[in-house]
């Protein structure tokens, strides 16, 4: 009973995004509109929130780590904003998605990692610190790169306005960050007094914003999850399995000459294979105007958070291998 229960709370942040996508499937009407607000409305919001939080736990040395292991952050950044965005759209052209729902499937891909990224990272023995970089890299490129990606690779799907796009992730992402920043840094004392106690609120209520995001973009796209949602599925898992198999092997490939280690591995593997699949909702919400084109990144968001449990769990049994032992 005990190691059940151990079980259930490493996997509680996945089990909780698939209670949320299921309530929202089964129940859409309940999740759409609440006092004649639609939610969806409130999905900007509670994005920028998660990225204020996020701005209030870094620091300078976080940036600085980039100097000392810049090859482990830029295989991250190529894989990142380079493969996934290519696969989503390989894969929205091989099982025939069109239009705003092939579109997604590229956003999803073109999107920078994800905050739960950092706490998977330090469940499965990776290297934290080096997670933490590695998003926000991914995160203060993406209002110039993913606007790119999306021109470029679903402009063929749908026309993309790539100018309002930049807008709109300086405006949901780097601000509200920025914003963060600037909070820790005029109240440094404290929060390094109270560390551990914001750490966890932080990531309690950033898992509340993730959550709700779920419901209020999966309720109004349900039918359209109902006649391709295997499909959709399908998607999620290659390219999400795709993203921790190329971070993986790729940081193997250049640590033989980097000096990269295990721990590197697998924090590139795992930053790669979790995108930010809040921001990518925002998105195709606030840019596209879409529900549909937020499906993608909704199923994504669910799968990878209950794969990236299990592949926590599964390396947390053993600990990172020196780099003598790599082959």
């Not at 309530?23 to 969806?40: I, M, N, Q």
């Not at 796209?221 to 999620?236: C, H, K, N, P, Y």
């Not at 926590?312 to 291998?321: E, L, N, T, V």
Request: glycine share 10%.
């Amino acid at each position: 009973m005990a190691s059940l229960i151990s079980l259930l709370r490493r996997q509680a942040f996945g089990l909780a995004i698939l209670a949320c996508a299921a309530l929202a499937f089964s129940f859409p009407s309940a999740f759409t509109e609440w006092g004649g607000v639609k939610l969806t409305a409130l999905v900007v919001p509670a994005i920028q929130f998660i990225m204020f939080g996020m701005g209030t736990t870094l620091s300078p040395a976080d940036f600085m780590r980039v100097a000392k292991r810049p090859w482990a952050v830029a295989t991250g950044v190529f894989l990142q904003f380079l493969v996934m965005p290519v696969v989503g759209f390989l894969l929205a052209k091989s099982l025939g998605f069109s239009g705003e729902l092939a579109a997604g499937c590229v956003l999803v891909g073109s999107v920078a990692g994800g905050t739960a990224s950092n706490v998977i990272a330090f469940l499965a023995k990776a290297d934290v610190a080096l997670s933490v970089t590695m998003t926000c890299c991914s995160t203060l490129l993406s209002p110039f790169v993913t606007p790119l990606a999306m021109k470029v690779l679903a402009g063929c799907f749908v026309e993309i306005d790539a100018t309002k796009m930049m807008f709109e992730i300086l405006k949901v992402v780097i601000f509200p960050m920025i914003a963060g920043g600037i909070v820790h840094r005029l109240l440094r004392r404290q929060f390094d007094r109270h560390k551990a106690v914001c750490d966890k609120v932080l990531s309690v209520l950033s898992m509340a914003g993730i959550c709700y995001t779920i419901l209020a973009l999966t309720a109004p796209s349900r039918d359209t999850f109902a006649s391709a949602g295997f499909l959709i599925i399908v998607a999620a898992m290659v390219h999400n399995t795709i993203g921790y198999a190329s971070g993986y092997w790729l940081t193997r490939l250049v640590g033989r000459f980097a000096h990269l280690g295990e721990a590197e591995a697998r924090t590139v593997a795992i930053e790669v294979g979790m995108q930010n699949g809040g921001m990518a909702g925002a998105l195709a919400v606030g840019v596209m105007g879409s529900a549909v084109a937020a499906l993608p990144a909704n199923v994504f968001s669910v799968w990878m958070n209950f794969s990236g449990s299990v592949l926590a769990s599964f390396w947390s049994r053993s600990g990172p291998r020196p780099l003598a032992d790599w082959g």
